[in-house]
């Protein structure tokens, strides 16, 4: 099915910028509604950014640089940031120590890319290549177990992206971004089950990227390259865009009943840039519906 189905007929909402800092690759944002505060990456930067809510502004106030990439963030309970560091994770305490955590991959021309907390508190982390000589087809998509261990759910994937679940837990969503594939599967978080992966939905203007479900059980999804947050109903059906004035789109939460949206200046041309100068900041955008309460990890690591 394609993307474009219904483009024109569907709801449309505008994204307005919501913070002065600018983000190279700003990604992986997460609602931590017990502490009032969203926290995100800067990949590359190799930092992670809490911050607050403030009218219609995010006003960062603490980051935590981790000295390697950061692609992905996940909260515990306590408040504890689980970051998925260039091969391994590492927990960042609420007193700001640095725990090392489970290796996940190799060293080598590899990172650990998207990643995700199960409806049960488990953290799922997928890689991508850093290099364009690399063969297609051979990043994993794993999760951790309580013991550390890590289980391989895929591993023939081109870029593992965005990851999110069904409002009942009992369906993955993982993004494949450079074939442009979201597929779904059986998923048991109470067992760590997951069953036979289906296509659900490709793209072909632009790359899936980040993903989230929302209470009606749609599924959103930022798409890379077309500037563009996209909700779609279950039969993957599409249902209503959000517009957002930076082509980097590259995911988003809910926080209460608003979408925050995170973007990137990373690959753009000075041309592009000049045509789109709020690129890298977090947008925000009223869309009539809340998110799924947030997962937070188990901290079994």
């Not at 960062?60 to 992905?72: I, L, P």
């Not at 963030?73 to 640095?98: I, K, N």
Request: with cysteine; charged share 20%.
């Amino acid at each position: 099915m394609s993307p474009h189905t219904a483009m024109d007929t569907v709801p449309r909402w505008p994204a307005v910028v919501a913070s002065t800092e600018v983000f190279a690759l700003g990604e992986c944002p997460v609602w931590d509604p017990t502490r009032d505060r969203v926290v995100w990456v800067d990949v590359d930067a190799g930092t992670v950014h809490e911050g607050r809510l403030d009218g219609d502004q995010v006003h960062c106030t603490r980051s935590h640089k981790v000295d390697q990439t950061a692609g992905a963030v996940a909260v515990s309970p306590a408040g504890d940031l689980l970051v998925a560091g260039t091969q391994a994770l590492l927990t960042v305490t609420t007193e700001g120590a640095r725990l090392s955590g489970p290796v996940i991959l190799p060293p080598g021309g590899r990172r650990l890319n998207d990643g995700a907390c199960d409806p049960a508190g488990a953290f799922l982390v997928g890689s991508m290549t850093l290099s364009e000589e690399d063969t297609p087809g051979t990043e994993v998509l794993v999760r951790v177990e309580r013991d550390g261990g890590l289980t391989v759910l895929d591993d023939d994937l081109t870029l593992s992206n965005g990851l999110a679940w069904s409002a009942d837990g009992t369906v993955l969503y993982s993004i494949d971004s450079i074939p442009g594939v979201i597929w779904a599967r059986p998923y048991d978080a109470a067992t760590g089950t997951a069953g036979p992966r289906r296509e659900w939905l490709r793209f072909t203007d632009g790359l899936p990227d980040g993903m989230c479900v929302d209470a009606e059980d749609h599924v959103w999804v930022a798409v890379w390259g077309a500037g563009q947050v996209r909700r779609y109903a279950p039969d993957a059906t599409l249902a209503a865009v959000v517009d957002v004035p930076a082509p980097h789109t590259t995911s988003m939460a809910f926080l209460g009943d608003r979408l925050l949206i995170t973007t990137a200046t990373f690959g753009l041309t000075p041309e592009q840039l000049a045509e789109y100068p709020d690129s890298g900041r977090l947008f925000l955008a009223g869309t009539g519906t809340t998110g799924l309460p947030p997962a937070y990890w188990s901290g079994a690591s």
